[in-house]
């Protein structure tokens, strides 16, 4: 059967008898239409399929545990409502929290990841009491990290906030309080704590599990002038609990029965949607933004808890040379009870003291709350 495209225009005028066509009006029509399938065709063209947006994403993700670095600006806001048997040491009430760092991150040697970033922390309870209002600047070079407070308000000793206060990490992980528990933990993978050899590993991983749905694709577009892949995917929670898991195999943590099963509750309560935007040309994420949503059965009430993130990337590849601050104030210093000879750091070293310790980390990463309450309540007693 032979269809001209004057004879699918009146096919379609027969579908539709209201309109009516002379043949003048008709070739405009058909021209007009051959322009709407030509765009179509063209807009269909530029579009992702599923699979292919899911096997960029993976191979994106996994390039963020590779040497490399980038300028960031980051965003996040997380409300909830706190009810009352949620625990006993918590203040009731609506919480509201916002987060934002921006700043640039190096990691060409992940082992000795540097950076530096401006961060603000920002949070209140009903009836709009703030409880956290902090700014800073930071600056991480190997195992120091430099601390300038831009705002602290009433939290923080007022010598604290005149200048850059330095923090060697590496002295820090020695204290009693530290030493007895596992310095690294399952989140690593997520902050750059990992060595070169691990982050090798969770790579690899990341390229062959896809940690989301893929759950719609939009035409591509452009993002401050680049061109750019455009979808929408939904967190998988069990493809992110098997990846927790990898993680801690990686980093040879042992994890207890109670983070399974805590970790499996979390990931099937857990709903998280992004929206990616990802390069064309360099396959790399330029700006990820979403929201999400946990709830928790507390028996008598319901944790309820959402949130809303942007993140935008940018100067891939790039190298950073920091130097450190003139005259920081070493911040240990400062805070004697952090002295390894100070009375607090005696106590901490005391053998009641270290086995109340012992107890919490057995907890597991998620412990029960009123558990972990009376737990704390002996930690205190034991180590004053």
Known sequence: MNWSLTSVVQALCLCYPKITLKKPQMKKFSSVLIIAILLTACSLQNMLSEAEADELLRNS???????????????????????????????????DFNLSIAGSSDLSRPEK???????????????GQPVLDLELD???????????????????????????????LERLSSLPLLSSTQSQDYYGPFVGELDQEGREKLAAYLRDHSLVNISKIYPDTTLNGIPVHHFSAELDPVSLKAYILKAAEVQEIELSQTDLERFAEFSETLYALLEVYLGVEDQQ???????????????????????????????????????????????????????????LMQKMQAPACQRAMREIQALGTSPDPEILAEKSRRLREACG
């Open 61 to 95: 993700f996994s390039r963020f545990l590779g040497p490399a670095g980038y300028d960031f600006d980051l965003s996040f806001n997380l409300q909830a409502e706190l009810p009352e048997n949620l625990n006993k040491e918590v203040q009731t009430g609506a919480l």
């Open 113 to 127: 990841g540097q950076g530096e970033y401006n961060l603000k922390l920002k949070g209140s309870m009903t009836p």
């Open 138 to 168: 930071v600056i991480k070079i190997a195992e120091e990290l430099y601390l300038n407070f831009q705002k602290a308000g009433d939290y923080l000793p007022s010598k604290m906030t005149k200048g850059w206060l330095l923090l060697d």
């Open 285 to 343: 994420i330029y700006k990820v933004i979403g929201n999400l949503r946990y709830e928790k059965d507390l028996g008598d009430s319901k944790l309820q808890v959402n949130g809303s993130y942007r993140v935008e990337l940018s100067n891939f590849g790039k190298k950073l040379s920091l130097q450190a601050p003139a005259g920081a104030t070493d911040l240990m210093s400062q805070l004697p009870a952090l002295d390894p000879e100070s009375e």
